[in-house]
């Protein structure tokens, strides 16, 4: 038997518990999943990523980011080399600090090709069960990671995005520290908010109708910020979901109750059946609960209606209700709301423009503002920085400074600039009329620096737009039809088709369902579908258009996609006329017409225009009708359906 020194037995032992800390350092600490797939040692990095703020500081809106939207407690990280994946791996160590951001740390491997790395938070059930297979593309990977959406509402930790990408590979003798990578949740979140100002209406629920079924967790084309532009939706989609009613539980709100999956502009053009939308139930004057229809219709630049993206903020804020809404949920979600109306106040991820060094970042809402021509124009840039202080400096168009640096603002004979207190806000200010005489925009650059950190922000100020010209019948008109009931159609659209004095708005192409074929009682068109400020036009001023000397008839083309026929004061300036110099034209679309059954009729070769009031001679209502060489005002059934283009009193 073999005696051991008491120097080897110390040896030995201390050895046997390495090895078994080794093994149990092994099984504890984060797991590489798939690790043969990838070669090298391991290298250790420490993460730090911030969860987009929902809200920027402004006192106008309402509500914050709460703990469900910003709390991380789940991450994978899926390791790609070429495009191709490779392993997963979990973060540990993960800390919570503040409201927007959260630290982990991860044990990669080392790697001399290009490697991107996507890191997916509180989504380790979907992973798991959808899992990433070796060899699979990002588009793949992105095509498998999806979730089911009941009619549930979502809850919990919201799952969220983001990615960092090392383009000579990943060493594994340095030390990884990386901050400041931006998270982008999967769905977008939906807030009502009744105005203070209206007294004869109490919130009662929330819900979704026509809701996606099914979610992609990682968007398929980011952009840089991280936001993204477009819904990315899984194959295979169908909108059938309706979501179980939130019941509100204060009388005029309901904030961070409701979470929805993406959602694309239906491809029909049947908003009305086919969006998703939201559907409130409420007490009109105290009495039994109605309901009302929410459409999502930012009337922003690439926000079209129906549309829902990804970590967008959607508040509903209620101005005013008139009466009482429809008696079923399900009623209101087939019918577009004429009793109340709403203004939408859509925020993303609000800081668009953000440089970063090794430890700070600086960000803005806009680097490129233009303010009307009118004195006293302003507009507010947001800002974020984990920098304690930077300063505002008058610059050159290449960002080189050419006055002194300052900590409250600026101003010079055009603008005046100012810097909040707190610096969330730089608030730009006209101080003169830029007047149409002058010709020539206003522009100026300032430069936001903070520590080695610059931002180069233009401000332009416009010429002031000259009072438009009356045109016929002494308004102004409408550039384009009405679309959904308070918005206007695209030039190389025409808009909605709607029954006399009701403001529902039908498809202008295929069938439809649901058609009232009762007309509506009255002698004046009371519920209108045009926008804030603008009317349906009198049986007298569409007799003034029609009287106009100008008539171009058009055909489709690349430039129109219906034929249609412009108007105006002359026959040169009517022959003259198009969408990028319209000059005094106008231009109206022949889209056809709805016959008092639903039916569509004369679509490309004929279009009817309603006049607001009867005729009084007969108690009928009109419209104007235009085709190629025939234009007229003659009666019409009130079941029908036509076209709407509004005016505008000066």
């Known amino acids: 038997m073999r005696i051991f020194s008491q120097h080897t037995k110390t040896y030995i032992l201390q050895l046997s518990l390495f090895i078994i800390a080794s093994l149990f350092y092994g099984c504890s600490d984060e797991t590489i999943t798939n690790k043969n797939n990838g070669n090298g040692a391991e290298t250790y990095i420490q993460f730090g990523v911030m969860t987009t703020n929902a809200t920027p500081p402004k006192s106008l809106v309402k509500s914050g980011q709460t703990d469900s939207e910003s709390t991380i407690n789940e991450i994978q990280i899926l390791v790609f080399e070429n495009d191709n994946y490779l392993y997963r791996v979990d973060g540990t160590n993960i800390i919570n600090s503040g409201t927007y951001s959260a630290t982990f740390k991860a044990r990669l491997l080392s790697s001399d090709e290009p490697t991107t790395i996507y890191i997916v938070a509180n989504a380790d059930a979907e992973i798991n069960t959808n899992e990433p297979q070796a060899g699979e593309s990002k588009a793949a990977v992105k095509a498998r990671l999806t979730t089911i959406i009941s009619a549930s509402p979502i809850s919990g930790n919201l799952s969220m995005w983001g990615t960092y990408e090392f383009p000579s590979g990943l060493s594994a003798t340095t030390e990884n520290t990386i901050n400041n990578i ?24 929330i819900q979704a109708f026509r809701v996606a079924n099914n979610m992609q967790i990682i968007p398929n084309d980011p952009t840089t910020t991280p936001s993204v532009t477009d819904p990315s939706i899984p194959t295979g989609t169908t909108y059938t979901i309706n979501t179980d009613p939130i019941l509100t539980a204060a009388t005029t709100s309901s904030v961070s109750e409701l979470y929805l999956p993406e959602s694309p502009t239906p491809s029909s053009g049947n908003l009305v059946s086919d969006a998703t939308c939201i559907v409130i139930g409420g007490r009109y004057e105290g009495g039994t609960v109605s309901y009302y229809r929410l459409d999502f219709n930012p009337n922003t630049a690439g926000n079209p209606l129906g549309q829902i993206l990804r970590n967008t903020r959607y508040e509903f804020n209620i101005t005013s209700v008139a009466r009482s809404g429809y008696a079923t949920a399900q009623e209101a979600a087939n019918n577009i ?6 203004r939408i106040v859509l925020w993303q991820d609000y800081i668009k423009h953000v440089v970063f060094d090794i430890n700070n970042y600086l960000g803005v809402s806009e680097s490129y503002i233009r303010l009307p021509g009118e004195a006293g124009s302003s507009y507010d840039i947001l800002t974020e920085t984990d920098l304690t202080t930077y300063t505002l400096t008058w610059a050159d168009v290449e960002g080189n400074p050419s006055g002194d640096p300052s900590s409250i603002g600026l101003d010079d004979d055009h603008f005046q600039i100012v810097r909040s207190s707190d610096g969330s806000t730089i608030s730009v200010t006209a101080i003169e009329e830029n007047s149409a005489d002058d010709d020539d925009d206003v522009v100026r650059f300032v430069l936001i620096r903070g520590g080695a950190l610059e931002l180069l922000v233009t401000i332009i100020q416009k010429t002031v737009d000259p009072t438009p010209e009356p045109g016929p019948g002494g308004v102004v008109w409408a550039e384009t039809n009405v679309d959904l009931p308070y918005t206007f159609a695209d030039q190389t659209q025409i808009g909605k088709f709607y029954q006399w004095n009701r403001n529902v708005a039908w498809a202008s192409t295929g069938e439809v369902t649901g058609w009232d074929t ?27 258009l029609l009287d106009s000397e100008g008539r171009d008839w058009r055909i489709v083309s690349d430039q129109y996609n219906y034929p249609g026929v412009w108007f105006a004061p002359t026959q040169a300036e009517a022959v003259a006329a198009n969408f990028e110099n319209p000059g005094n034209g106008l231009f109206f679309p022949a889209g056809g017409t709805r016959n008092a059954t639903g039916g569509l009729e004369s679509a490309g070769s004929n279009s009817h225009y309603w006049a607001s009031d009867v005729n009084p001679l007969g108690d009928v209502t009109e419209i104007l009708s235009i085709a190629n060489g025939t234009y007229l005002i003659f009666p019409i059934n009130r079941a029908s359906g036509a076209l709407v283009r509004c005016v505008h009193d000066l």
Do not use: H, K, Y
């Open 337 to 342: 709301s004429s009793s109340m109306d709403t």
């Open 182 to 205: 931006r998270m982008l949740r999967s769905v977008a979140r939906v807030d009502v908010i009744v105005n203070s100002a209206v007294t004869n209406f109490e919130l009662v629920s």
């Open 518 to 544: 009762t007309g509506a009682i009255g002698t004046d068109w009371s519920t209108s579908p045009c926008p804030d400020g603008w009317r349906i036009p009198t049986r007298a001023e569409l007799q003034a």
